[in-house]
């Protein structure tokens, strides 16, 4: 069993395929729409390319970081559109592949794996994870903490 752990940001997902004991497995970095070519192919390679990271990690469930909330100074929608493509086509992927997808609340993260209230997510992360660079903190670490704590809410 594999689970497809995702954080997004404005311009890709970070990735993490965590093993069914826990273990970060070495998988791709992140995930981005192809670039100059209209939108609607962009999500159809997306689609694709999520389906193709699937059966080569033997993925069984893919769950997706909720975006961070309050932020001072939030992107604007249109700089959002690429995250939100992305998101999307994650989740399609894995329904027409027929693998669970969820979308999972940082503060559900927080009370499963037994996180502090406050502070950032990415800090606490390292408290519970450790680090397998390149692209960690702040980005994988929060792939693979939602990919962690769904393990663990689910065994």
């Not at 609607?40 to 069984?60: K, N, P």
């Not at 992107?75 to 999972?104: C, D, F, N, W």
Request: glycine letters at 6%; charged letters at 20%; a negative charge.
């Amino acid at each position: 069993m594999a689970i497809l752990g995702v954080n997004g940001t404005t311009s890709c997902l970070w990735l993490a395929v965590v093993s069914d004991v826990g273990d970060v497995l070495d998988a791709p970095h992140n995930f981005a729409l192809a670039s100059n070519t209209p939108l609607d192919e962009q999500i159809a390679l997306a689609v694709d390319d999520a389906t193709r990271l699937f059966d080569r990690f033997s993925v069984d469930a893919v769950v997706i970081l909720d975006a961070e909330t309050g932020r001072r100074n939030a992107p604007s929608y249109s700089q959002l559109v690429p995250r939100i493509s992305l998101e999307a086509a994650m989740m399609y992927a894995a329904h027409k592949h027929g693998i669970t997808a969820a979308r999972i609340p940082r503060a559900r993260v927080r009370s499963v794996m037994d996180l502090a209230k406050n502070g950032k997510l990415s800090d606490l992360a390292a408290t519970v994870l450790d680090a397998h660079a390149p692209h960690w903190t702040g980005k994988r670490d929060l792939a693979a903490l939602v990919a962690v704590a769904e393990l663990k809410s689910s065994g």
